[in-house]
Protein backbone atom coordinates (compact mmCIF):
# COMPACT_ATOMS: atom_id res chain seq x y z
CA UNK A 1 0.00 0.00 0.00
CA UNK A 2 2.62 1.85 0.93
CA UNK A 3 4.60 1.54 -2.69
CA UNK A 4 1.06 2.13 -4.26
CA UNK A 5 0.96 5.93 -2.58
CA UNK A 6 4.91 6.80 -3.23
CA UNK A 7 4.11 5.74 -6.89
CA UNK A 8 1.09 8.33 -6.94
CA UNK A 9 2.94 10.28 -5.42
CA UNK A 10 5.86 10.39 -8.23
CA UNK A 11 3.37 10.75 -10.62
CA UNK A 12 1.49 13.97 -9.31
CA UNK A 13 5.96 14.57 -9.09
CA UNK A 14 5.95 14.35 -12.59
CA UNK A 15 2.75 15.46 -13.61
CA UNK A 16 3.17 18.85 -11.77
CA UNK A 17 6.82 19.18 -13.31
CA UNK A 18 5.40 19.22 -16.66
CA UNK A 19 2.61 21.67 -15.89
CA UNK A 20 5.09 23.95 -14.13
CA UNK A 21 7.14 23.11 -17.09
CA UNK A 22 4.06 24.35 -19.74
CA UNK A 23 3.68 27.43 -17.40
CA UNK A 24 7.00 28.78 -17.27
CA UNK A 25 7.07 28.11 -21.39
CA UNK A 26 3.74 30.04 -21.88
CA UNK A 27 5.19 32.16 -19.19
CA UNK A 28 8.79 33.08 -21.43
CA UNK A 29 6.28 33.49 -24.65
CA UNK A 30 3.70 35.89 -22.73
CA UNK A 31 7.15 38.03 -21.67
CA UNK A 32 8.81 38.25 -24.96
CA UNK A 33 5.43 39.62 -26.65
CA UNK A 34 4.85 41.33 -24.02
CA UNK A 35 8.56 42.74 -24.40
CA UNK A 36 7.75 43.12 -28.53
CA UNK A 37 4.74 44.96 -27.42
CA UNK A 38 6.07 47.53 -24.63
CA UNK A 39 9.05 48.09 -27.36
CA UNK A 40 6.91 49.16 -29.87
CA UNK A 41 4.54 51.27 -27.81
CA UNK A 42 7.31 52.98 -26.59
CA UNK A 43 8.66 54.01 -29.78
CA UNK A 44 4.88 55.43 -30.79
CA UNK A 45 4.56 57.27 -27.57
CA UNK A 46 8.07 59.04 -28.56
CA UNK A 47 7.34 59.77 -32.16
CA UNK A 48 3.69 61.11 -30.49
CA UNK A 49 5.80 63.64 -28.36
CA UNK A 50 8.03 64.23 -31.21
CA UNK A 51 4.96 65.87 -33.09
CA UNK A 52 3.67 67.62 -29.69
CA UNK A 53 7.52 68.87 -29.39
CA UNK A 54 8.07 72.88 -28.11
CA UNK A 55 8.67 74.43 -31.50
CA UNK A 56 5.43 72.81 -32.99
CA UNK A 57 3.22 73.99 -29.90
CA UNK A 58 5.02 77.75 -30.40
CA UNK A 59 3.97 77.56 -34.14
CA UNK A 60 0.48 76.53 -33.59
CA UNK A 61 0.17 79.51 -30.73
CA UNK A 62 1.43 81.54 -32.59
CA UNK A 63 -1.09 80.67 -35.68
CA UNK A 64 -3.98 81.41 -33.49
CA UNK A 65 -2.70 84.87 -32.04
CA UNK A 66 -2.43 85.46 -35.47
CA UNK A 67 -5.78 84.85 -37.16
CA UNK A 68 -7.56 86.65 -34.16
CA UNK A 69 -5.56 89.77 -34.89
CA UNK A 70 -6.65 89.41 -38.48
CA UNK A 71 -10.22 88.62 -37.89
CA UNK A 72 -10.41 92.42 -36.53
CA UNK A 73 -9.13 93.83 -39.36
CA UNK A 74 -9.85 94.87 -42.74
CA UNK A 75 -8.73 95.74 -46.11
CA UNK A 76 -10.37 98.71 -48.01
CA UNK A 77 -8.97 98.83 -52.09
CA UNK A 78 -9.60 102.13 -54.22
CA UNK A 79 -9.54 104.33 -51.21
CA UNK A 80 -8.49 107.91 -52.80
CA UNK A 81 -4.70 109.48 -51.51
CA UNK A 82 -5.37 112.68 -51.52
CA UNK A 83 -2.33 114.47 -49.65
CA UNK A 84 -2.39 115.19 -46.04
CA UNK A 85 -5.89 114.00 -45.92
CA UNK A 86 -7.37 112.98 -42.72
CA UNK A 87 -7.23 108.58 -43.32
CA UNK A 88 -10.01 107.80 -40.64
CA UNK A 89 -12.51 110.33 -42.14
CA UNK A 90 -12.30 109.21 -45.48
CA UNK A 91 -12.63 105.64 -44.08
CA UNK A 92 -15.32 106.09 -41.80
CA UNK A 93 -16.95 108.00 -44.77
CA UNK A 94 -16.87 104.92 -46.71
CA UNK A 95 -18.30 102.77 -43.67
CA UNK A 96 -21.07 104.94 -43.66
CA UNK A 97 -22.15 104.91 -46.71
CA UNK A 98 -21.79 100.58 -46.55
CA UNK A 99 -24.33 101.04 -43.92
CA UNK A 100 -21.94 101.03 -41.14
CA UNK A 101 -20.48 103.34 -38.03
CA UNK A 102 -17.84 101.18 -35.95
CA UNK A 103 -15.50 102.53 -33.73
CA UNK A 104 -12.14 102.73 -36.02
CA UNK A 105 -9.28 101.59 -33.67
CA UNK A 106 -6.79 102.12 -36.35
CA UNK A 107 -6.24 102.42 -39.70
CA UNK A 108 -2.83 102.77 -42.22
CA UNK A 109 -1.53 102.60 -45.83
CA UNK A 110 0.31 99.57 -46.55
CA UNK A 111 2.94 99.94 -48.86
CA UNK A 112 4.57 102.47 -50.59
CA UNK A 113 3.61 105.76 -52.03
CA UNK A 114 4.21 105.41 -55.86
CA UNK A 115 3.12 107.71 -58.49
CA UNK A 116 0.03 106.79 -59.94
CA UNK A 117 -0.99 103.59 -57.54
CA UNK A 118 -3.10 103.87 -55.01
CA UNK A 119 -2.26 101.96 -51.57
CA UNK A 120 -4.55 99.65 -50.09
CA UNK A 121 -5.85 100.68 -46.51
CA UNK A 122 -5.80 98.57 -43.05
CA UNK A 123 -8.39 99.29 -40.85
CA UNK A 124 -8.80 97.91 -37.53
CA UNK A 125 -11.88 97.60 -35.96
CA UNK A 126 -13.34 96.77 -31.99
CA UNK A 127 -14.34 93.20 -33.01
CA UNK A 128 -14.56 90.42 -35.16
CA UNK A 129 -18.00 90.56 -34.94
CA UNK A 130 -17.71 94.24 -36.71
CA UNK A 131 -15.74 93.14 -39.24
CA UNK A 132 -18.16 89.70 -40.17
CA UNK A 133 -21.07 92.90 -40.24
CA UNK A 134 -19.23 95.37 -42.39
CA UNK A 135 -18.33 92.48 -45.10
CA UNK A 136 -21.73 91.22 -45.00
CA UNK A 137 -22.73 95.22 -46.00
CA UNK A 138 -20.36 95.68 -48.10
CA UNK A 139 -21.76 95.06 -51.08
CA UNK A 140 -24.17 98.68 -50.30
CA UNK A 141 -20.92 100.58 -51.55
CA UNK A 142 -21.83 99.50 -55.13
CA UNK A 143 -25.39 101.80 -54.68
CA UNK A 144 -23.12 104.79 -53.63
CA UNK A 145 -21.29 106.74 -56.79
CA UNK A 146 -18.58 107.96 -55.16
CA UNK A 147 -17.69 104.21 -53.54
CA UNK A 148 -18.46 101.80 -56.84
CA UNK A 149 -13.99 101.45 -57.09
CA UNK A 150 -13.97 100.99 -53.17
CA UNK A 151 -13.41 97.09 -52.36
CA UNK A 152 -13.52 95.91 -48.55
CA UNK A 153 -12.44 92.23 -47.87
CA UNK A 154 -10.59 90.54 -44.78
CA UNK A 155 -6.87 90.91 -43.94
CA UNK A 156 -5.85 87.18 -45.09
CA UNK A 157 -2.50 86.06 -45.14
CA UNK A 158 0.38 84.99 -47.80
CA UNK A 159 -1.27 81.51 -48.10
CA UNK A 160 -4.85 82.49 -48.11
CA UNK A 161 -4.31 85.07 -50.56
CA UNK A 162 -2.80 82.75 -52.58
CA UNK A 163 -5.50 80.27 -52.18
CA UNK A 164 -8.11 83.45 -52.87
CA UNK A 165 -6.75 84.41 -55.90
CA UNK A 166 -6.55 80.82 -57.57
CA UNK A 167 -10.34 80.73 -56.50
CA UNK A 168 -10.72 84.14 -58.53
CA UNK A 169 -9.13 82.62 -61.50
CA UNK A 170 -11.15 79.56 -61.24
CA UNK A 171 -14.38 81.63 -61.21
CA UNK A 172 -13.29 84.09 -64.18
CA UNK A 173 -12.58 80.77 -66.47
CA UNK A 174 -15.82 79.36 -65.53
CA UNK A 175 -17.45 82.68 -66.32
CA UNK A 176 -15.84 82.83 -70.25
CA UNK A 177 -16.68 79.04 -70.14
CA UNK A 178 -20.10 79.41 -69.36
CA UNK A 179 -21.77 83.15 -70.24
CA UNK A 180 -24.80 81.99 -69.76
CA UNK A 181 -24.43 81.05 -66.31
CA UNK A 182 -23.57 82.58 -63.38
CA UNK A 183 -20.79 81.89 -60.28
CA UNK A 184 -19.85 82.93 -56.63
CA UNK A 185 -17.12 82.04 -54.64
CA UNK A 186 -18.41 80.48 -51.49
CA UNK A 187 -16.36 79.21 -48.95
CA UNK A 188 -13.42 77.70 -50.36
CA UNK A 189 -15.13 76.88 -53.65
CA UNK A 190 -16.61 78.10 -57.13
CA UNK A 191 -20.47 77.59 -56.75
CA UNK A 192 -23.36 77.71 -59.49
CA UNK A 193 -26.17 80.36 -58.60
CA UNK A 194 -28.96 78.59 -58.43
CA UNK A 195 -31.06 81.20 -60.24
CA UNK A 196 -28.88 81.07 -63.54
CA UNK A 197 -29.36 77.20 -64.15
CA UNK A 198 -31.39 76.55 -67.16
Known sequence: LIEAKDQQVVKLQEAVKGEVKTV???MKTFASVLQKDLK???KEVKSA???FSA???GEAV???VEKEERGKN???YGVPEEGDQLLEAC???VLEKAG???RISECCRLGLRRDGAVRPVKVTLSSSSTVVEVLRNSKMLREAECCRRIFICPDRTVEQRKAQKGLVDQLKKMRTDHPDRRYRIRGDQVVVCEDSVP
Open 49 to 51: ASV
Open 100 to 102: QKP
Open 91 to 93: VAG
Open 40 to 42: SQT
Open 74 to 76: LIM
Open 24 to 26: QTE
Open 62 to 64: KQV
Open 55 to 57: KKV
